[in-house]
């Protein structure tokens, strides 16, 4: 019991078994990127869930076969918009009507209608923000080392190959039955990866 909660601190000498083997999975080369999806689908039924897929442009529908989760970039871009435009109505607002008091020709000290430029330019420019930054975030960038790197032919994935990676933080992670269920899903060449 107490092992398997050091084990998930990540405590030195309690680190999972996976993480104990430095084994970051295995990986198999595909040939088309319905091949690669033909594979993913076929490992999710068999039941791995912690799969990654690598290949040299967007594939329509892998995220779906990965079972990966909708970005939340669209959201973080609707917050920060939403930011930039209470920002520019209040900064309006309190330097017009509440700092500095000016009355011009009997006009208003704070209206809605000139302000609606402030506005749009300020949510624009922080969901501009938000959207470069998050990006960043989100795809862990810069990442100066990734096991994948390790995978013999990794290059293949920047070309024409379509790489399809068992996780060993999977669950149900054995590294030869791994390599034995790649192969048999038309895998090209499969190997086990080091961490």
């Known amino acids: 019991m107490l092992e398997a909660v050091l084990s998930k601190l990540g405590l030195p000498g309690y680190e999972p078994e996976a993480a104990r083997q430095k084994v970051y999975g295995v990986i198999g080369d595909f040939d088309t990127p319905e091949d690669l999806l033909r594979a993913i689908r076929t490992a999710r039924a068999a039941g791995y869930t912690k799969l990654e897929a690598f290949s040299p442009f967007p594939i329509h529908g892998v995220d779906e076969a990965l079972g990966a989760p909708r970005s939340p970039l669209g959201r973080i871009v609707i917050v920060f918009a939403l930011l930039g ?43 501009a923000f938000a959207t470069v ?34 996780e060993a933080q999977d669950p149900k992670f054995q590294a030869e039955e791994a390599v034995r269920f790649l192969d048999s899903c038309g895998s090209r060449h499969t190997e086990v990866v080091e961490a």
């Open 133 to 166: 930054l998050g990006m960043f975030h989100l795809n862990r960038i810069p990442t100066y080392y990734h096991p994948f790197f390790n995978y013999s032919r990794h290059a293949g994935a920047s070309n024409d190959r379509f790489l399809l990676a068992i």
């Open 85 to 127: 435009l209470t920002a520019a109505v209040l900064l309006q607002w309190w330097t017009g009507a509440v700092d500095y008091k000016l009355i011009i020709a009997g006009k208003p000290l704070f209206a809605l209608e000139p302000s609606v430029p402030i506005m749009f330019e300020l949510a624009v420019l922080l969901s």
